[in-house]
């Protein structure tokens, strides 16, 4: 069975300034990955995925995130956070040939402090 | 289209009492998923359905929990004789059939057990 692993529960950062969101999963086939975002009192909401092809996949509000096969990371980055990003963000992975459903990580609040 | 949405947002029961939530999907897709969501977790598959055939359950979903899809739209999930471990966030989701497709979620219904 697949597992997500965000080994960070909590990142707090100045706003303006860079972040790193960790993710790593075990599989033993090819999965479909995703983060998502969570703002307070809402329901969660797709900030990109990838599928295949380009590691490198960029999303919504300037998000990217790369795959590493050979670390089973897939790691999310932003150059420069605003305090609007502050939220719970959730990675997620699907296995491709199964059921396709979701698997979710802990969570990894983002703090953005001013 | 309004998204998936969900009622109630927020139920208190006392122990002992069945409740029933109810889950709108969008309306073009077959999938539907049901998630539990506990504070500083990540949400933990229940059971999810393809059309009207419920096609997976969950560990965590014990014999006190069922779930329904008539006519493959709308979902319900009822729990009996409520416990205080119930008390959570309980998240419906949908999605197309399709490689890789993204579940799009509602906003919850929060659950607290008295």
């Known amino acids: 069975a697949q597992s997500v692993t965000q080994l960070d529960s909590q990142v707090p950062v100045f706003e303006e300034a860079p972040v790193e969101l960790r993710c790593n999963y075990s599989s033993s086939v090819s999965v479909y990955l995703f983060w998502y975002v969570q703002y307070p009192n809402q329901g969660l909401q797709l900030l990109l995925k990838y599928l295949s092809g380009s590691t490198l996949v960029k999303g919504i509000n300037g998000f990217e995130a790369e795959f590493n096969k050979s670390q089973t990371s897939f790691h999310l980055r932003k150059p420069s956070v605003h305090i609007s990003d502050t939220a719970e963000y959730f990675c997620?992975?699907?296995?491709?040939?199964?059921?396709?459903?979701?698997?979710f990580g802990r969570g990894t609040s983002l703090i953005v402090h001013p | 289209d309004t998204g998936v949405s969900q009622d109630p947002r927020h139920k208190i029961t006392k122990r002992g009492q069945n409740v029933t939530f109810r889950c709108d999907p969008i309306?073009?897709?077959?999938?539907l998923y049901w998630y539990r969501q506990t504070l500083g977790q990540g949400p933990e598959f229940l059971t999810y359905?393809?059309?009207?055939?419920?096609?997976?359950k969950s560990r965590l979903l014990s014999d006190r929990f069922s779930a329904e899809r008539p006519k493959g739209s709308f979902s319900t999930l009822e729990i009996q004789r409520t416990e205080q471990g119930d008390s959570a966030m309980y998240l419906c989701?949908?999605?197309?059939?399709?490689?890789?497709?993204?579940?799009?979620f509602g906003q919850g219904t929060r659950l607290t057990v008295v």
């Open positions: 309306s073009e897709h077959n999938r």
């Open positions: 989701a949908s999605s197309l059939d399709g490689v890789g497709t993204e579940a799009f």
């Open positions: 997620a992975v699907s296995v491709a040939g199964g059921s396709y459903i979701p698997t």
């Open positions: 359905f393809q059309n009207e055939a419920q096609l997976e």
